[in-house]
């Protein structure tokens, strides 16, 4: 069940220094690896680490194997190299090709070869299942829903009619995707439904985080791009479109029709407003306000940071009596021009 | 499966300009519809697309039908006259009224004509379903809820017991109702559990967005009010309770034992304290902090939007020092006295 | 049914005034209780209540008994003693120790005595079960999974393979424990994922509220100590760890590998960078913006609350303009000097 350093180094691109025939079995952190483990260094802030480390070998960048004590492999990007060999070392434990006899399948289905069903799911009429597709237990699969191949569906994930999901993308548990949209228009003061005729696409190689949301378009499709990350519990409104690599931080929500670009990275607990369009390489620290479009690639922010209740009292107070402060420090600048 | 435009405007309180015979089959776009599609102009920003739109029909106000190149329906709203005949064009597909043979349905429980129950549904004791209620796979219903005419779940909702939802009400999946509240009191450092022996009461033509979770009540009951529209992923606290025809976007927290009226408009993301109140008509732009009652009708805000970083960072810091500026202002201000 | 108020006194540590032979049967507040209704005052500012209240018995501080008109129970505390005796008059209904038929159960999960199993739970091998535990239905518990002495599920819980739940632990419905964190590299643009090989350990006495998620740890566990209670849609990082007897309010967000200490309390909304340390004992109001350990105890706030939109947008446009006004005074100053 071991690799040796040598496999390993091959598969990540890297160079072992020490005994390249070691054999490590599973993957461990600096401070509590076993001499069966292989662990790793991305962060210098951590080498003081390395001397006391007990693991059989560890993943460093060129810069940092002189203060190695035990076998190394030196790479150019340890987190990287270090993704790569946790995936060799730990591989995703695969479910039988099999289909429980509990789910409700309507035979209308088409269904895939090597394609895994758990127990009590339920599948519609009109739903396609690709090859090498894995369903965990307790999902639903409403009418005509597209898997592509190599998808993965982890317990309880819904999914709702038509919604499109591409090839190898995997879904966390609880997650909902292509509930209505909160389409509604006023009604002389009564909120009545707007129809939500709409779908959502969703690329290849897309991961989405347990119990996150994403609605199905008021008319035209929500999309999600190629190799876009989501963590949990994030909200998508309709017909938001998110660019390919882009990826987003856990409690996020993003109202209707928002567009947002490649190779974005968007702190937790961000909230952006509807109908704004954010550039590609745009990065927003954690907690954002985003109520306007963001024209340009760079990192973003808002929001205060904690501080002592008395202390916040005081700065609150302060806040909303700095318009005055204005027209103070103003009338200062008339008196002393006199 | 087409509806002539006479049809529909008849329906929408409409009237027809050019072919009133043409038909159309579905919505689209103005960018986007097909001549076949029925389309519409709501916000006058988008006047320029009329233009090229290819859409057999638009729907536009009166001021409006003049800039149309094809068939128009003159309506005085547009965008709830586009609700309605989107309503007529894709109607909500009836689940056929069956009880799929794997539902786990208490012989105890009471079910009116015309319901849909699908796979994998469990309902427990002394529940109580009336005519045409469509029940999604995969739904929880604990002992002795009420699910009144017309009510719709979507899959995969649970519903704790002894809550009672009112006629029409749309509920989205992942939807958790009646989940304890979060009732807790320090006993000498140890956090004990308070019962929760209240319910929840939800209105008619209520509908409740994915993932969304309403607590029941500690004592009495957490009520919801007809008319009332939540998005997903909102969380409401026990004894909570929302006026008639409000409406929160997503992600939008409320605390236990607040109270908002009738007619509210919440912004996404919103947080409130719990024990205050919120004067019917109140409306808040997202991400609103609410810390005490509102008492006037009004247009409310809080949060400062992002900016990059670096300006954000000097932000901060000078927010931090407000309370220094605003003693060197006072001591200028008594210099000039000098 | 009814319990009389000397049996109450006795559980609760308290001295009946008035009828001790007087039995109630329920709960109820202040205002509603009827004459059967136990009910109770902690909070002195609804003392005015108590004249009119209907209630059978009420629990009161030692200071108020004076002013209750009917039968009183004097106690240290009165919110801690009505939680007990509320949990007396209502106490959790018991399901009766069965297994449904529908249930998926592996056979080589253990199961011990006195276990309720719901309707189309999925039980995988390898779990193993303790006596007096209850899983509602439509939970889906993957291989090896521990549920330890009492613990009770609600609903469509997820519970991913391996996570340790332990004694008496509450679990409400549509909680994912367990799923991957939010693990990804940059591989020259493209995200890839780091396999997440830890697990989460869950320690007694815990509540977890409705649609919470807890992700598994990156190499190591997620911990979550003994007797914490965490609201509803809380969202906890891979390898964050919350100490002993902490509470967190809903819509929370920790981000991965944070440390919350023991007795803390933190506002719901409230969210935290990772990699960061919170003291014991530290308090946090809602809405609160962590992004730096807090290294000491005592309460802390962020954020400003809501305002009229027309208000908030000058202050907005003033906290901008703040540096320049710093400017601004400065140059006072040296023009003072002079």
């Known amino acids: 069940m071991g690799l040796t350093l040598a496999q390993i180094a091959e598969e990540i691109n890297g160079r072992v220094i020490g005994d390249a025939t070691y054999e490590v079995s599973s993957v461990g952190t600096l401070s509590n690896a076993e001499s069966s483990q292989l662990s790793f260094l991305s962060n210098s802030k951590y080498k003081k680490f390395l001397k006391q480390s007990q693991a059989g070998a560890i993943i460093v960048s060129k810069d940092m194997s002189e203060y190695v004590v035990t076998n190394a492999i030196e790479v150019d990007d340890p987190y990287v190299a270090y993704a790569k060999a946790a995936s060799l070392l730990h591989p995703v434990k695969k479910h039988s090709a099999a289909i429980h006899p509990s789910a409700a399948i309507d035979p209308s289905a088409e269904i895939g070869s090597n394609v895994s069903i758990g127990a009590h799911v339920v599948i519609e009429p009109g739903v396609i299942i690709k090859d090498n597709v894995t369903i965990g237990p307790g999902c ?11 998808v993965t569906l982890r317990p309880n994930v819904t999914l709702c009619f038509g919604v499109d999901i591409g090839e190898r993308t995997i879904i966390h548990p609880g997650v909902v995707i292509g509930a209505d949209g909160f389409g509604i228009a006023n009604d002389n003061g009564h909120w009545i439904k ?3 005729v709409g779908s959502v696409k969703i690329g290849s190689d897309v991961e989405i985080g347990a ?27 309709h017909n938001v479109t998110i660019g390919k690599h882009s990826v987003i931080a856990g409690c996020t929500g993003i109202a209707g029709s928002t567009s947002i670009g490649e190779y ?19 990065q927003l620290t954690g907690m954002s306000m985003v109520t306007k479009s963001i024209n340009e690639a760079g990192v973003y922010s808002s929001g205060i940071p904690v501080e002592p209740t008395k202390q916040w009292h005081k700065n609150v107070i302060r806040y909303r009596q700095m318009d005055k402060l204005f027209d103070r420090v103003k009338q200062l600048e008339e008196q002393d021009k006199d």
Chains 1, 2, 3 share one sequence.
Not at 213 to 227: H, L, P, Q
């Open 140 to 150: 639903v699969i409403e009418h005509d829903v597209i898997l592509r191949k190599g």
């Open 194 to 196: 707007v129809p939500q």
């Open 211 to 237: 119990n996150t949301t994403i609605d199905r378009g008021a008319i035209e499709d929500t999309v999600i791009a190629d190799g876009v990350k989501l963590d949990n519990q994030i909200q998508i409104g």
């Open 264 to 282: 974005c990275a968007i702190g937790g607990g961000t909230g952006m407003a509807g109908h704004i369009n954010i550039a590609n390489g745009v």
